[in-house]
């Protein structure tokens, strides 16, 4: 009898998990091992790991991790079809250590659905009602740009690592238009809290296998950078909460200009209340969560592709001579380049462009979660599945590049030497969900980027040893440490 039970035991599980199989998945990259999936596949280098396993499956495959099915997408064809055509059905965020633990579900990275799109639809409009691509926004980075400028010309020529000083500039920026706020470069908190910053992107990286194992997050010890984690983020929230000082806040309650995003997101809240709306994802959490979304993704981005620029400038001379004579030509020295100049200062825009496919500082895309199946490739992604984007595929795809190994600005300038952006360059993402600041970051990257190449001619630290280019990889890619002797081209 027991056996009879035990075998109709067997054969109903076994009936259960051959129903739930996903039908026409995507192939996978080798066997799944019971518990850790394809962990065991994963080597070093996790962006080279993906490219192997795309050369080999195509641009659609499906990774086990742990107990969690992720689909991986690549190439520019897919990506687009996936995040253009099926973006309701991929606008969730899945449920990981992530965006359960440090975002909370909530502010404009982990929300989804119509709390999503309410978050993104007033963000959006508060950062345009604050000068986002007006000449107002940009003083406000030519502000920074210049106390860059004068900081790096006291160093007097001396070897320097102006990673942290470009930092604190590019925060200045993203604080006036969060919180009205700006640091200088030795202020004790700036320092603490950029210090934070740059743990956290680094433990993102190696401590996204907790995503996939929860269960290794209750190990002694913090193996898995997991208890580390959870107190620069609870440290990060506490600073922001003091930075919005609600208690000092005056409401904007007429249609007069916006100090700050806090400001009109405090405004947007006492609205709402007065209206008795309650399901809606403009609160005091989410005002919290997106402000240090806010600060944190606006930062990061642009700090790395401004140092990555100077990496490159050092490692290819010929360019950044290049660089300054069109400057120099079409601008002049008496004055700094503005964004009126853009369209002008073509080189130099390809330049900027090149720097950011080549280093593509955010390699993956956030997760998805689909909510109902969905067709990709000619494979069926289940419902339920998690969906990640591989950008880095895009951006160094031999297909539409040529040569994506060479840093070579002149592949987005036509014959006629006009600037020409291919479709394939996402390193923004695409979408509606693709980042909320990349105006701000353009146009951050230029003024920045215009006035070191005007102001300066770099070289490494040392004659004949050129820093390697080759990142540090983590959640982000980052340069790796060096130093750079800034010669002032003013005296």
């Not at 518990?35 to 993906?50: A, E, I, K, Y």
């Not at 809240?269 to 600060?295: H, M, P, W, Y």
């Not at 590049?401 to 006009?418: A, K, Y």
């Amino acid at each position: 009898m027991l056996g009879t039970v035990l075998a109709f035991l067997v054969t109903l599980v076994a009936l259960l998990w051959w129903r739930s199989r996903p039908r026409n998945p995507p192939p996978s990259p080798g066997l799944a091992l019971p518990v850790v999936g394809h962990l065991h596949l994963f080597q070093d280098n996790p962006v080279d790991q993906l490219d192997t396993w795309r050369q080999r499956l195509g641009n659609i495959y499906t990774l086990q991790m742990g107990p969690f099915r992720c689909v991986m997408l690549s190439g520019y064809e897919l990506i687009s079809e996936a995040l253009l055509n099926h973006h309701e059905s991929l606008l969730e965020r899945p449920n990981n250590f992530s965006h359960e633990e440090l975002f909370k579900y909530s502010g404009i990275i982990s929300l989804g659905g119509r709390k999503w799109k309410e978050q993104r639809a007033f963000l959006q409009s508060t950062l345009r009602s604050l000068g986002m691509g007006r000449d107002v926004m940009a003083e406000r980075i030519r502000i920074e740009a210049d106390y860059l400028l004068a900081t790096i010309d006291g160093f007097n020529g001396q070897a320097s690592d102006i990673s942290n000083l470009v930092m604190v500039c590019v925060t200045n920026v993203i604080t006036g238009v969060t919180f009205s706020k700006r640091f200088d470069q030795g202020d004790k908190i700036i320092v603490y809290w950029l210090g934070f910053l740059k743990r956290l992107f680094h433990l993102l990286g190696s401590s996204a296998v907790i995503n996939f194992f929860p269960v290794l997050k209750y190990l002694p010890g913090d193996r898995f950078n997991y208890k580390e984690l959870k107190s620069i983020i609870r440290q990060m929230r506490a600073t922001i909460l003091e930075w919005t000082e609600k208690d000092k806040r005056t409401i904007n309650e007429s249609d007069e200009a916006f100090e700050d995003i806090v400001q009109a997101f405090l405004t947007e809240i006492e609205r709402k209340k007065s209206q008795g709306v309650k399901d809606t994802s403009l609160d005091d959490v989410n005002l919290l969560s997106s402000a240090l979304s806010l600060f944190n993704a606006g930062t990061e981005t642009v700090t790395n592709t401004i140092v990555f620029a100077v990496l490159y400038m050092i490692n290819f001379p010929n360019i950044q001579a290049k660089l300054y004579q069109e400057i120099k030509d079409l601008v002049g020295t008496d004055r700094a380049p503005d964004v009126s100049d853009k369209h002008k200062l073509k080189f130099l825009t390809a330049f900027i462009m090149e720097t950011q496919r080549f280093a593509c500082v955010i390699p993956l895309g956030i997760d998805r979660l689909s909510t109902k199946d969905v067709s990709l490739g000619g494979f069926t992604v289940t419902a339920g599945t998690s969906v990640m984007v591989n950008l880095d595929s895009v951006l160094r795809d031999e297909k539409v590049w040529g040569d994506p190994e060479v840093f070579r600005p002149d592949r987005f300038l036509d014959e006629n030497g006009s600037v020409v952006a291919k479709k394939e360059f996402v390193p923004f993402s695409i979408g509606k969900r693709n980042c909320i600041g990349e105006g701000l970051a353009t146009m951050e990257l230029f003024i920045f980027i215009s006035a070191l190449v005007q102001k300066f001619e770099f070289f490494p630290e040392n004659e004949g040893q050129i820093p390697s280019m080759e990142p540090d990889i983590g959640f982000s890619k980052v340069a790796k440490p060096f130093k750079v002797r800034a010669i002032s081209r003013m005296k």
